[in-house]
């Protein structure tokens, strides 16, 4: 990969990473309900998770989805039963008061790692950076350079969404907003699946 390749490989993994999508509804949701730090766990899930779902997928897991398109069905439904599941808890939540705060847990790092293999935005994304920036005579090193990248990249710009989500809490600060917001963010995790489940 050229240093061309690269750099553009970057623009293309920032877009990606920062757009919204459903970590990025979660991990927004998650600052705001949980703070920072105890979302870290969470964002770390995300970047490693996905890093891991690029380096696989480019290592060959991609020819399995070409071979068999059944799978890829599979795990897009899949993806969105689990995704409507979580819109519809981010949707009754309400905000965190002591009590519930010290109870209830964000998503943790292994969580969150899983979920991206059943996130449709993650294998859209994962496909589509492979056949994009990967030569047909590519080897695992170049590999490993893509996923190294998105698992580099991947924690500062899932994080400003942990940002925006913590400094929502100055703003949302009674009860009926932080439900409006929980509300608001449930249907943009619903909506993040339409591009992908009419593709």
Request: proline content about 6%; charged content about 10%.
């Given at each position: ?15 990606t ?52 398109p059944?799978?890829?069905?599979l795990?897009?439904y ?62 695992l ?57 009419v593709?």
């Amino acid at each position: 990969m050229t240093t061309e390749q690269l750099l553009a490989f970057c623009a293309f993994a920032v877009i990606t990473l920062v757009t919204p999508g459903p970590n990025n509804m979660m991990i927004l949701a998650s600052g705001l309900n949980y703070g920072f730090v105890r979302t870290l766990p969470h964002l770390a899930g995300i970047a490693f998770g996905f890093a891991l779902m690029v380096f696989l997928t480019g290592a060959g897991l991609h020819t399995v989805f070409v071979r068999f398109p059944v799978i890829h069905t599979l795990l897009k439904y899949v993806g969105a039963a689990y995704l409507l599941r979580l819109a519809w808890h981010l949707a009754r939540s309400g905000p965190m008061d002591g009590e519930r705060r010290g109870r209830e847990r964000p998503m943790g790092f292994v969580g969150a790692a899983a979920f991206q293999w059943v996130n449709p935005k993650a294998w859209v994304m994962a496909v589509g950076a492979i056949s994009t920036y990967l030569p047909n005579a590519s080897h695992l090193p170049d590999v490993a350079v893509l996923a190294i990248v998105y698992g580099a990249l991947g924690a500062p710009c899932i994080g400003l969404w942990a940002g925006f989500g913590v400094a929502m809490r100055r703003v949302l600060t009674d009860a009926r907003s932080v439900r409006i917001f929980n509300g608001v963010a449930a249907v943009l995790l619903v909506a993040s699946l339409y591009p992908i489940l009419v593709e």
